[in-house]
């Protein structure tokens, strides 16, 4: 059974894909974040970003973990 | 502390957490302040207003009317002069009893070492991730903390890094952003009061990090949102030893495929500065319109590299083509090439009727 994660796009990311959040389904095996959103979103290729669980930073999603968020968080530049 | 401070600060001491003792502690710190544009701004106000007794400002940047909507230690009168003299002369007006010092220069990797190492602590109120990067490298090797913040059109973050044994930026951004996506605000737009916020949560934690608060933002990054007026707060991973390592083992240098601000300078500082001696249009030849008198050197971007010998390394050098791509490519190429001092004219001569139309 897939698990089904609420992901949350920030700055450029959600300009370039023009969402903020979405309802995704994750596997429920254990899986590295980045190539399964990359896989999904090419265009998250061309940034930099880090990958939050549940608040807590993270490169991947352990089995068994049924988080009620994923933040997908680039660097901002401005001042 | 003398009565008259004591009296200004009255309404601090009498906090638990602060008092005499986190007065003392204020008025004895010293910190570098480096970006005096939107977050520079709010920071420098609220360090001096609490007491921070020595605060360095550094940015080599003059002001332009765009930058008034969110700057606001500066006026139409001050356009064209450096921000650093009026922030300077406006903060030691406040608060003479503080030592206020003004560098107006950009950091870079041959001055960062010189301007950061007599300070406890670094503000990051800078604009693009060349600076930023270069902030967290010259910080992680003198092993002082700083305060990052930044922001994109109505979001914010803002950490405290390299305090201690917590994170670097580069353990939670290892990659160098790629050239399309650093984006300033220049380019984006900026909701004013955004930095206005955010660069206060800087001065915020600052004044933590000198106290000696609880709760000092130095093991989560806070981003804001201003449209949903949302705050979320997201542990940070633990120090990678190898990337700071890696970091303190290496010489300063700009990351290879930067193009800051530090690159760049807009018409309006540049003819209102005798600096740059040497002016370069790097459009062919034949191009039109033709170079305006003020142009120096007229070489072809694709002939840069065969009569780079007719440009002097050591003199201050601004690059211009039609609408700013290829005087950004020859300002890596010269800087790679050596040159101190290049900048690239933002937009262009595509940007210089816009100018005039202004002022006329």
Known sequence: MAREISVNYFGMIAEKLNKSSEILSFPDSSIALKPFLEDIHPNLKEFTYSIAVDLEFS????????????DVMPPFAGG | ???????????????????????????????AVIGAGGLGCPALLHLAAAGVGEIHIIDGDRVSLSNLHRQFLYGIKDVGQLKVDIAQEHLNRQHPHLNIQGYSKFLSP?????LISGVDLVIDCTDNFAARYLINDVCVQLEKPFVYGA???????VAVFNHGDSSSYRCLFPE?????NQPNCSETGVLGILPGIIGTMQATEAIKWIVGMEGLLDSSLLTYNAIQQEIRKINLPKRNLEICSKVKAEKLRWHPESCNTDSSIEWEMLLASDEFKQIVDVRELEETPQ????TTH????????KFIAQLQPEIPTAIYCQSGFRSEKATILLR????EMVRSIVNGLDALPKLKENYS
């Not at chain 1, 490169?59 to 994923?70: F, G, R, S």
């Not at chain 2, 922001?151 to 973050?157: D, L, M, P, S, V």
């Not at chain 2, 170079?291 to 003020?294: A, I, L």
């Not at chain 2, 790679?336 to 040159?339: A, L, S, T, V």
């Open chain 1, 59 to 70: 490169e991947t999603l352990n089995e068994k973990e049924y988080p009620k968020k994923i």
């Open chain 2, 1 to 31: 502390m003398i009565e008259s401070n004591r009296n200004i600060y009255e309404k601090q001491l009498l906090l638990e957490q602060v008092g005499i003792l986190g007065q003392k502690k204020l008025l004895s710190a010293k910190v």
């Open chain 2, 110 to 114: 041959e001055n960062a070492k010189g």
């Open chain 2, 151 to 157: 922001i994109f059109k109505f979001e914010g973050q």
């Open chain 2, 176 to 180: 160098y952003p790629k050239a399309e």
């Open chain 2, 291 to 294: 170079s305006p008198e003020f």
């Open chain 2, 298 to 305: 007229k070489i072809p971007f694709g002939e840069l590299n």
């Open chain 2, 336 to 339: 790679n090439r050596g040159f």
